[in-house]
């Protein structure tokens, strides 16, 4: 099972509520590896469409390994801030970075693995818009094969670590890794 982390902060609430999940897929018996989004490097598309023909992606960056990642695992949570309504501008970058993947299943038949998706999202806002980046990565997860599994939203969440006072989410957290393991 692979956690992306879209949050910029390390230590933050998107953070802590993924390790959480991530630690109850371990203990369900998963394997489990997490990508730091901010620490990767990874270019924004491109656009030049060459993936549609090769399924492959050719700018040589950090993607090449999230490209494998997202093949070879058999669950992917991706937890994202809200920012400006929508999810960070790295998860974004991450999910255009996933044309070629797209191109695999709906363009060449290149089927991939049955995988398991799901979502953490974190607003600061008590009425934080989620519909957004709840329809952006259900879009992403659709376009590259991945089921939709279950997500977890919390609003009201804005400080650093507040999140460490929420024990309801935390618990939902790992429950959700425990889900998907
Ligand atoms: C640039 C920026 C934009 C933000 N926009 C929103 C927003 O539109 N709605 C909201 O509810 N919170 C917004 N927030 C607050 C974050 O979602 C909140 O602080 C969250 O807990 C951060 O998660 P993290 O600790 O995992 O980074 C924004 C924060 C930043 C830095």
Redesign the pocket.
């Known amino acids: 099972m692979i956690g992306i982390l879209g949050?910029?902060?390390r230590g933050?609430?998107?953070?802590?509520?993924l390790d959480e999940c991530l630690r109850g897929a371990k203990e369900s018996g998963a394997a489990v590896r997490k990508y730091f989004l901010r620490d990767l490097k990874i270019a924004p598309c491109q656009g030049c469409n060459t993936c549609l023909t090769t399924g492959e992606c050719i700018v040589a960056d950090n993607m090449r390994e999230v490209h494998r990642a997202l093949l070879e695992a058999d669950a992917v949570i991706v937890?994202?801030?809200?920012?400006?309504?929508?999810p960070t501008c790295t998860t974004k970058c991450m999910i255009d970075r996933c044309q070629c993947l797209w191109a695999r299943e709906r363009l060449l038949g290149i089927k991939g693995k049955p995988r398991k998706g799901a979502m953490i999202l974190?607003?600061?806002?008590p009425?934080?818009?989620f519909r957004n980046a709840q329809s952006e990565i259900k879009a992403f997860f659709a376009g590259v094969g991945i089921t939709f599994h279950a997500e977890l939203l919390v609003?009201g969440?804005?400080?650093?670590?507040?999140?460490r006072t929420r024990e309801e989410e935390l618990r939902q957290a790992w429950r959700l890794g425990q889900g998907l393991a």
């Open positions: 949050s910029p902060r933050g609430n998107c953070d802590i509520l937890a994202t801030p809200i920012y400006f309504s929508g974190v607003g600061g806002d009425k934080a818009v609003a969440v804005e400080k650093m670590g507040e999140i």
